[in-house]
């Protein structure tokens, strides 16, 4: 039995921590700065917190009764092997994160006409206020679509009282004309004619009634 462990105790040994890759410990379970971590440190923790390395040795020594040097040599190898492994694994969705950010840093700055990136953050910082006066303007639109609808219901309403109040033909056909004129000039002078008033009067009576804002 000893020599199934002695030819394949290098399989036996596997990753089973693998989340704690950047977070050392020292031999008193104290984490340690990645940065600042001996190679030493570095290769205990990953030996004995990153992979099975331990518990495959306990199983060793307890089918066997000892531990050979020659079996803690291939352990130790095998969780060396699982760790480097895990590395080149993060390593290259690094390298494959960059390129792809890379590329399209690059597309970008070849839409935008640029060769840097600090001229792109420039097109993209001014293209960001262009969306905001374009958002600006669609809630303006949006606004005035409505303010629109509701004249639109009050001018029905309107027309529908006149008649309702036995209002003149004569009349109603002067507002009529008013509401369909899409001319403020005209609107005032059919306005001035209905009321019998002087165009300035007209002129004040809409300021009073109308707020006049930049959109």
Same mark, same amino acid.
């Given at each position: 039995m000893g020599s199934s462990y002695n030819s394949d105790?290098? *399989?036996?040994?596997? &990753? =089973?921590?693998? @989340?704690?890759?950047?977070?050392?410990?020292? *031999?008193?379970?104290? &984490? =340690?700065?990645? @940065?600042?971590?001996?190679?030493?440190?570095?290769?205990?923790?990953y030996r004995h917190k990153l992979t099975n390395y331990d518990q495959v040795l306990d199983s060793v020594r307890a089918e066997?009764?000892?531990?050979?040097?020659?079996?803690e040599k291939k352990a130790t190898v095998a969780a060396a092997e699982q760790v480097l492994e895990k590395y080149r694994n993060e390593h290259v969705k690094v390298i494959q994160d960059s390129r792809a950010k890379g590329n399209i840093l690059k597309n970008l700055m070849q839409k935008a006409g640029v060769g840097t990136a600090s001229a792109l953050v420039n097109v993209?910082?001014?293209?960001?206020?262009?969306l905001k006066q374009l958002k600006k303007l669609e809630t303006s639109q949006r606004n005035l679509q409505a303010w629109n609808d509701t004249?639109?219901?009050?001018?029905?309403?309107?027309?529908?009282?006149?008649?309702?109040?036995?209002?003149?033909?004569?009349?109603?056909?002067?507002?009529?004309?008013?509401y369909s004129t899409r001319s403020v000039n005209k609107a005032v002078t059919l306005g001035s004619n209905l009321f019998d008033l002087e165009k300035s009067e007209i002129l004040n009576l809409l300021k009073s009634a109308v707020r006049y804002s930049t959109l």
């Amino acid at each position: 039995m000893g020599s199934s462990y002695n030819s394949d105790i290098r *399989e036996q040994i596997k &990753l =089973i921590n693998a @989340e704690q890759l950047y977070q050392i410990k020292n *031999e008193n379970g104290q &984490l =340690i700065d990645y @940065e600042k971590a001996s190679g030493r440190q570095l290769f205990n923790h990953y030996r004995h917190k990153l992979t099975n390395y331990d518990q495959v040795l306990d199983s060793v020594r307890a089918e066997q009764g000892y531990l050979t040097g020659r079996q803690e040599k291939k352990a130790t190898v095998a969780a060396a092997e699982q760790v480097l492994e895990k590395y080149r694994n993060e390593h290259v969705k690094v390298i494959q994160d960059s390129r792809a950010k890379g590329n399209i840093l690059k597309n970008l700055m070849q839409k935008a006409g640029v060769g840097t990136a600090s001229a792109l953050v420039n097109v993209l910082d001014t293209c960001s206020d262009k969306l905001k006066q374009l958002k600006k303007l669609e809630t303006s639109q949006r606004n005035l679509q409505a303010w629109n609808d509701t004249y639109q219901v009050q001018r029905e309403l309107v027309k529908k009282l006149l008649i309702e109040e036995g209002v003149s033909e004569k009349i109603i056909k002067k507002v009529n004309k008013i509401y369909s004129t899409r001319s403020v000039n005209k609107a005032v002078t059919l306005g001035s004619n209905l009321f019998d008033l002087e165009k300035s009067e007209i002129l004040n009576l809409l300021k009073s009634a109308v707020r006049y804002s930049t959109l």
